[in-house]
């Protein structure tokens, strides 16, 4: 008779007869449907007497993954939720009947990969849970009022600069991302760099208009192309009742942050592998680092985000489910909190060098010799059996990561795909010759990882250490600080150079400042000189302007008087005698009838104008100047002789 689940006594004796693959034909058959009526109703085998009944429990029905899209179009946005084995063209089929857009003019973008066609299963993509796409369609023009939507269709092609400081740390990361990425995907990127989860993240800096994390950069309001946010961890409880009831609101965490605990194979996690029921193989992981990735710095967040969720999240599932009755209970004997004993678990992984290894070897060989480090490369392959061991118990080990975070620049390769292997040894041939690309490649597979230590010197790099996957924690602390003690020496001989460096420097610049002060100072009383010069030949120039002029006047004046009468003649002469201020006397005889103003152009024409100069007669004291010009000498008493004097107005 047909049990429970659907299963007959014969199958179930024939699963336990054959083995596991046995049992999963017999799962596969008890689903579909019979064939024929007789089939239902054959004979139980005779050995079912004899084999128990497979319970009904061990059948586990697994419900279909969901994926969630946010699909951004002009102004309008259309939630599409769809299961994780369908195709990339049944989204575009659903987008056409919401923004009645033809199929065939309709590009969606926003994809990690890249542009991926209609038939690409979403399965193949690993995506997680929640996306964001947009859509855009060139050859239909937007009408006005999707006028202002065209320049966020601009924005979220643009790449965006995000310079954000981990204030705990004291540390700026410089990370680029397309104006498709969300913010929620912006800080799960961040929590790969500083550890610190999502949900624990305090940011400054983000917009008023951000206020949705599944927002995109490109409307959320931050600034093009350049943008600075700064993040912290958020304080931890202040007494152990604020720890009691935040490990009472574990489970409405885990609920409300789909984020991190909503489905444990959105983290490469099988639900069978968390409850101890895993099989050998276990499921399928997602590659570390995509193959053929054009930017070094996006395949290395993914290598980080990869690596957390595969290595540091699964722990913490793992210990959600296992350890929580015991973290309970620790609780009420230590009074810390569950949740933040929990939490440790997904704090402790090394924080891998986001950028090139260029960029790697300049952040750690060439600044000053007190602040230089060893760099770190680890080489991951999944093909190796001691990939997993070496990452979760060596790589993800207190001591390790607090010991390379001292003293290393850790940066990361997988090199599981072939693409990425030979792009590794053209990068490694560049930067530490062809001795160390040799070396990588004679390594086989199962020797895989690698962690080379890297040490910088004035000519070239040297690699110290090369060790291999089969180590243990002891090994691999052991052969750092050997690393370590070699370059410390080098560092302190590095040192002392720069010091020696820096005072010969130092002195000569010193000088340098003097002679330029010194040759400052003879430019400007160069220049003072120089500028008294000319000042000089300019007040020269002015006062031969002067004279030139005031000679130029006499002369006229001179040519202008009428000749000096003779002393018989028939009108009244008058004789003057003038002195000058230096003691001289000018002698001339002028008609009584002659006006004072020709008077005044004699005594100009000898050099004292009148304008300058006034004409005194002795007694009684008159001053001529100011009398009439136009009235005559005998009007002006002036005759028949009369001395006058000349005197300086003041």
């Not at 995109?216 to 600034?223: N, V």
Request: glycine share 4%; proline share 5%.
């Amino acid at each position: 008779m047909p049990q429970e689940n659907g299963i007959l006594q014969s199958e179930a004796s024939q699963a336990n007869i054959y083995g596991p693959h046995s049992q999963a034909a017999t799962a596969e058959a008890a689903v579909a449907p019979p064939a024929t009526s007789s089939s239902s109703s054959s004979p139980p085998s005779s050995s079912s007497a004899f084999c128990p009944v497979l319970p009904s429990r061990h059948i586990v029905e697994r419900q279909p993954r969901m994926l969630n899209f946010r699909v951004e179009y002009r102004q309008r946005t259309v939630e599409v939720v769809v299961e994780e084995g369908s195709a990339v063209g049944e989204i575009k089929h659903i987008l056409e009947t919401e923004l009645q857009v033809p199929i065939s003019k309709m590009q969606l973008k926003g994809w990690k990969s890249g542009d991926v066609s209609d038939i690409t299963v979403l399965r193949s993509l690993h995506l997680p849970k929640n996306n964001s796409l947009y859509v855009l369609t060139p050859d239909i023009a937007p009408t006005a009022s999707t006028s202002q939507n065209s320049v966020l269709q601009e924005s979220l092609n643009q790449n965006f600069l995000l310079v954000i400081s981990h204030r705990e740390a004291q540390r700026d990361y410089n990370l680029n991302f397309p104006g498709s990425r969300t913010i929620q995907e912006v800080k799960r990127n961040v929590s790969d760099l500083t550890n610190i989860p999502v949900r624990h993240q305090q940011w400054e800096g983000w917009p008023a208009a951000a206020s949705d994390d599944s927002m995109t950069l490109a409307a959320s309001g931050i600034s093009y192309p350049c943008h600075h946010l700064s993040v912290c961890r958020r304080s931890s409880p202040a007494n152990n009742q604020e720890a009691t009831e935040e490990c009472a609101d574990v489970h409405m965490v885990s609920d409300s942050e789909g984020d991190d605990f909503e489905d444990a194979s959105e983290f490469g996690v099988d639900e069978s592998e968390m409850f101890g029921m895993g099989s050998s193989t276990g499921c399928r992981k997602a590659a570390l680092m995509p193959e053929n990735s054009e930017n070094e710095s996006d395949a290395l967040l993914h290598f980080t985000a990869e690596f957390s969720t595969r290595y540091v999240l699964s722990i913490v599932l793992r210990g959600l489910c296992f350890s929580m009755m015991w973290k309970i209970l620790a609780f009420f004997f230590t009074g810390q909190s569950p949740l933040c004993v929990c939490c440790r678990y997904g704090e402790c992984h090394p924080v891998f060098f986001i950028g090139t290894l260029e960029a790697a070897s300049q952040e750690a060989f060439y600044g000053k010799a007190r602040d230089r480090k060893l760099l770190a490369i680890y080489l991951h392959n999944d093909e190796s059996v001691l990939s997993n061991v070496f990452c979760s118990q060596m790589m993800c080990a207190d001591s390790i990561v607090a010991y390379l975070s001292q003293n290393f620049i850790t940066w990361a390769w997988d090199v599981t795909k072939e693409a990425n292997k030979a792009r590794l040894l053209t990068i490694c041939t560049r930067h530490f010759g062809s001795v160390v690309a040799q070396t990588i490649r004679t390594y086989k597979t199962d020797q895989f990882p690698l962690l080379l230590t890297v040490m910088g010197k004035r000519t070239s790099n040297e690699v110290l250490n090369v060790i291999q996957g089969n180590t243990t924690v002891d090994e691999l602390m052991m052969r750092l600080m050997g690393a370590m003690e070699i370059f410390s020496a080098q560092q302190q001989e590095d040192i002392k150079d720069e010091d020696e460096r820096e005072a010969r420097e130092m002195v000569k610049r010193e000088q340098d400042e003097a002679y330029q002060l010194s040759l400052e100072a003879d430019r400007k009383k160069r220049e003072a000189q120089e500028r008294e010069q000319a000042e000089q030949l300019r007040l020269q120039q002015i006062q031969k302007e002067a004279d030139d002029e005031k000679e130029a006047i006499r002369l006229s004046l001179e040519h202008a008087l009428p000749p000096e009468p003779a002393e018989e003649g028939g009108e009244p002469i008058s004789k003057l005698r003038i002195r000058t201020p230096s003691g001289e006397f000018l002698v001339r005889r002028f008609l009584g009838s002659t006006k004072l103003q020709v008077l005044f152009d004699f005594v100009a024409s000898k050099g004292y104008p009148w304008d300058d100069f006034k004409l005194l007669t002795t007694f009684p004291r008159r001053n001529i100047t100011q009398l009439d010009p136009a009235s005559s000498l005998l009007e002006a008493k002036l005759f028949p002789q009369e001395t006058l004097f000349l005197e300086a107005k003041e």
